[in-house]
């Protein structure tokens, strides 16, 4: 899956409306193109306003496997946002306990 990351979302300016029309801006994006956009955060209640999905402690599912050593890192802490694609991914995601593996390393 080609999913869309959402990453470091901070304003300097707080109570203006620019966080919550940056996230009308990806979910116009989203909509239009048919993607996942996906993020991770422990401050879902600004998110959920802004027009997101929420799935509590859903971080944990995402496990990253180093290819080189084959150690794999899990990030337990963290609840998902997120606005659904045409893929479903999300929904795909819910319906099963595997764990998803990725490509992106934690920080």
């Known amino acids: 899956y080609k999913i869309l990351g959402i990453c470091s979302i901070i304003s300097i300016e707080k109570g203006k409306g620019y966080g919550k029309t940056l996230i009308h801006t990806m979910i116009k994006y989203s909509k239009k193109t048919g993607k996942t956009i996906l993020g991770f955060t422990n401050q879902t209640k600004f998110f959920k306003k802004a027009g997101l999905k929420t799935k509590n402690n859903f971080t944990s599912r995402f496990i990253y496997k180093?290819?080189?050593?084959?150690?794999?890192?899990?990030?337990?802490?963290?609840?998902?946002?997120?606005?659904?694609?045409?893929?479903?991914?999300i929904k795909k995601t819910l319906s099963t306990k595997l764990p998803i593996y990725i490509n992106v390393i934690p920080w």
């Open 66 to 89: 180093n290819p080189d050593t084959g150690k794999e890192i899990i990030d337990n802490e963290g609840d998902g946002i997120y606005y659904e694609g045409k893929d479903n991914f």
